[in-house]
């Protein structure tokens, strides 16, 4: 499939390219386009067949539901029940990096919903993506722009490597702002499905009470069954191996210096932990950014997963950082992409190495 490749401005969208991208969607196309986000891989909430081409261009399980985008509260209103409580707050609060699970209002294709009788949905601050939401005068049901399980592209250059050939077309503008996707809350029991660039400190404060978080909240593997169904599979892993260091750097130096023929890994991890492991172990470093910064560290941290692939060792480790604010979204993205590979001691992270084939 030929894909068309469309440069768009962020701040000032050149309309007649807004509008090609729109017509793109309407006749049932598939596009590929920013968000303050991540990027969305888009289509036509209402239009089967293309939805269903979004399942194939990303390799998704078909149970896994799409976060439908709208340009308004009243195009939200329209497809959705907004519960009335929740009116004046969402109001003040769109557009912004928030997704919210309601009852669904109108017909949705099952590709959409899943079959579910629910829907998320989210109005993103994104002069690109609301301009084609607005142009194209539908609903876009657009998840986010990776085949299924693989880190998320935050960039459209990482869209043209992951979609290239496989979509009708894609807007390639700046990197996205927060580079990690939106957050997800039910609003109908208040829970904090997925959490994302919109904290849930911030949700305390503007809703006036505090989110329900659950295992799922932290990406930790959970017995129920998943509320939000996409919860249930691995996701942002890249092909190489990556174990999670749950603990302070200093014991994860101590336990890694107590491995005999320990194998060669990277590791990812904050700029002081970066300097301290290349001192101390001699290892190559992908740094994320400095602690104080964590909201630039989730934003690098897609792009740390799809780098991590590019050094050709069997192993990357990542450390763990503090579950405030941003970081309960950092965490979760962290867990779901090592597989729940985590290791505290010399002992578990020997019974990973030996379990992955790594040591004898
Ligand atoms: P993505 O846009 O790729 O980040 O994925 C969207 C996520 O939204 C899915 O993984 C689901 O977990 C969640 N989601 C979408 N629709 C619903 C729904 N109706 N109920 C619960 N979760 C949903
Ligand atoms: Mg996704």
């Known amino acids: 499939m030929d894909t068309k490749i469309l440069k768009i401005d ?21 596009v590929v386009f920013p968000t303050e986000t991540v990027y969305g891989i888009g289509a036509n909430a209402f239009d089967a067949k293309a939805c269903a081409n979004i399942f194939k261009a990303k390799g998704r399980p078909s149970d896994n539901p799409l976060i439908v985008t709208v340009c308004s509260l009243e195009q939200a209103e329209e497809i959705a029940e907004i519960p009335s409580q929740y009116i004046d707050t969402i109001k003040k609060l769109w557009p912004s990096p928030i997704t919210f ?48 399980k693989k880190p998320t592209a935050t960039s459209g250059s990482q869209c043209i490597k992951y979609f290239g050939g496989k979509v009708d077309c894609i807007i390639d503008s700046d990197e996205a702002f927060f580079g990690i996707e939106s957050t997800i809350l039910d609003l109908r029991t208040f829970t904090l499905l997925r959490p994302g660039p919109f904290t849930q400190e911030e949700l305390k404060k503007v809703f006036g009470k505090e989110p329900t978080i659950t295992k799922t909240t932290k990406g930790k593997q959970s017995e129920e069954i998943a509320i939000s169904p996409g919860t249930k599979y691995a996701h942002y892993a890249p092909d190489t191996l990556l174990f999670l260091f749950e603990g302070k750097i200093g014991e994860m130096l101590d336990t890694i210096a107590q491995i005999e023929n320990m194998p060669h890994f990277v590791f990812i991890g904050s700029s002081e932990s970066c300097k301290l492991a290349s001192e101390e172990l001699g290892c190559s470093t992908i740094d994320l950014g400095k602690r104080s910064e964590p909201f630039k560290i989730a934003k690098n941290l897609y792009d740390s997963l799809i780098m991590l692939d590019s050094f050709k060792v069997k192993l990357g480790i990542i450390e763990a950082f503090d579950e405030n604010g941003i970081g309960l979204a950092i965490m979760n993205r962290i867990r779901k992409a090592s597989s729940h590979s985590s290791f505290s001691d010399s002992e578990g992270l020997l019974t990973l190495l030996i379990a992955e084939g790594l040591k004898s």
């Open 101 to 148: 699970i309601v009852k669904a209002k109108a017909k949705f294709p099952k590709e959409v919903t899943a079959g579910l009788d629910t829907i998320a949905i989210r109005m993103p601050a994104h002069p690109v993506a609301l301009s084609l939401i607005k142009e194209a005068g539908v609903p876009i049901a657009a998840p986010s722009a990776n085949p299924s």
């Open 10 to 30: 962020t701040v000032e969208p050149q309309q007649s390219r807004i509008k090609e991208a729109a017509r793109i969607v309407k006749s049932g196309g598939i």
